[in-house]
C-alpha cells in the first residue's frame, strides 16, 4: 500500500511539472511581481513553458540577452538578482490583445544596483496557449 501512495504522489506531480505556465492573468501577475519584487526566480520561470525559448534583455545589468530556455532563464535570473538586489515591482499599464492571443504589462522595477537605488521600466509579453494557460514571452528592461 505504501508503494502505491508513493506512485500516486508522483502522479500527481507530473502534470504540475509538465504544464510549468501560468493558469490565468491573476496568477500570471502575481508570480511577476513575486519573482521582480523579491528576487525569486522560480517565481518568473513557473510561467514559461518547457520547450520554449523566452526572449530575455536587461542591459547594463547582465551581458547576455537573446532567447532562453527555461533553465538557462533560471541561471540568468539567479545572476541578475545576486548582482542587482530587487526591492519593488508595481505595474504601471497592462493591455490583453485578443486578437494576438498575448497580455502586454509595463511596470516600474526598483532595484539596489551597486549600493544605489535605481528604477527601471519593464516590458513583460505574455502568450495565450491554446489550451487557455499564459505563458512568458518576453521580459526586457529599459536601459540606463
Do not use: C
Not at 515591482?89 to 494576438?100: G, I, P, Q, V, W
Amino acid at each position: 500500500m505504501r508503494l502505491s501512495a508513493k506512485f500516486a504522489f508522483l502522479l500527481l506531480l507530473v502534470p504540475l511539472a509538465a504544464s510549468a505556465q501560468f493558469k490565468n492573468l491573476d496568477v500570471a501577475v502575481s508570480n511577476l511581481k513575486r519573482g521582480f519584487s523579491g528576487g525569486d526566480p522560480q517565481a518568473i520561470v513557473a510561467g514559461m513553458a518547457k520547450g520554449d525559448q523566452v526572449m530575455l534583455q536587461f542591459p547594463g545589468l547582465v551581458d547576455q540577452s537573446g532567447f532562453f530556455g527555461r533553465d538557462q532563464a533560471s541561471y540568468l535570473l539567479d545572476g541578475l538578482f545576486s548582482k542587482v538586489k530587487p526591492t519593488a515591482f508595481e505595474e504601471e499599464n497592462a493591455k490583453k490583445k485578443s486578437a494576438e492571443a498575448q497580455y502586454h504589462i509595463t511596470g516600474t522595477w526598483t532595484i539596489q544596483n551597486a549600493g544605489k537605488p535605481e528604477t527601471r521600466e519593464l516590458y513583460i509579453t505574455l502568450g495565450q496557449k491554446p489550451d487557455g494557460q499564459w505563458s512568458v514571452v518576453s521580459i526586457r528592461s529599459a536601459g540606463k
